[in-house]
């Protein structure tokens, strides 16, 4: 699976968007771009996740450079419960071997009242 | 609410100890995950079962044996761990991987100790 890259953290303002970038460059033409999140101590959630096209669902949207060299997430009016570590993964759907997914470092969001 | 259960939530054990970690999923999913997420380390995958099969061992060490007797369940078996493995651990599951669509389902982790 292609590497990821995300920023250590971010700080957002509740009600404000929020907008976690990710660079995946080495991404191929199998590979689908995931993002989960973790709350403190709580196992990771689904978000949501792409191919190419930009997909929205009632958590957040996910925004999908033509190159599908970077993406980003939107959060788009942050709370305090969205304050977690976002994760974004890409992944080759056709895989067989289950949905195994390889977590980075993934981004600390803070928001701030 | 994921619909993955995890059992215990907490964990103190002693290094001589036996003791089991439980997962069960209400999904109706046919693979099922252990991941260990040890502090400021991101989440390492253990252990992959597809329909009661492992069909996944990420080097872990033989003190941490899995056990899936059917679909719904899964169990890690620990036995003379070490202070580095306090961690927490994760069960997650997912549909098969034919109609799958990448998404797991993770529960809320037990937190082990390990004195």
């Known amino acids: 699976d292609a590497k990821t890259t995300q920023p250590p953290s971010m700080d957002c303002a509740e009600g404000r968007a929020a907008n976690l970038p990710c660079n995946h460059s080495?991404?191929?033409?199998?590979?689908?771009v995931y993002w989960y999140r973790q709350i403190h101590s709580q196992g990771p959630q689904y978000i949501i996740h792409?191919?190419?096209n930009n997909e929205t669902n009632e958590m957040a949207s996910l925004i999908i450079t033509e190159d599908r060299k970077s993406s980003t997430l939107i959060l788009p009016h942050a709370t305090l419960r969205d304050t977690a570590v976002y994760y974004c993964?890409?992944?080759?759907?056709?895989?067989?071997?289950?949905?195994?997914?390889?977590f980075g470092e993934g981004t600390q969001l803070t928001v701030n009242p | 609410e994921t619909g993955v259960t995890q059992t215990p939530r907490h964990l103190v054990m002693g290094m001589t100890n036996k003791k089991s970690l439980k997962c069960e999923q209400h999904?109706?999913?046919?693979?099922m995950y252990w991941y260990k997420q040890s502090a400021k380390k991101p989440l390492e995958l253990m252990f992959v079962?597809?329909?009661?099969?492992?069909?996944e061992n990420n080097s872990v060490p033989s003190r941490f044996s899995p056990e899936c007797p059917n679909s719904s369940h899964l169990f890690l078996h620990l036995h003379t761990l070490q202070p580095e493995d306090s961690a927490l651990y994760l069960c997650?599951?997912?549909?098969?991987?034919?109609?799958?669509?990448?998404?797991?389902?993770f529960g809320e982790g037990s937190r082990l100790t390990v004195l």
């Open positions: 079962y597809n329909f009661k099969e492992q069909t």
């Open positions: 993964i890409v992944r080759n759907l056709r895989e067989t071997s289950g949905s195994r997914l390889t």
């Open positions: 080495t991404i191929s033409g199998n590979e689908y």
């Open positions: 792409g191919l190419k």
């Open positions: 999904l109706g999913h046919n693979a």
């Open positions: 997650a599951s997912s549909l098969d991987p034919g109609t799958n669509t990448g998404e797991l389902f």
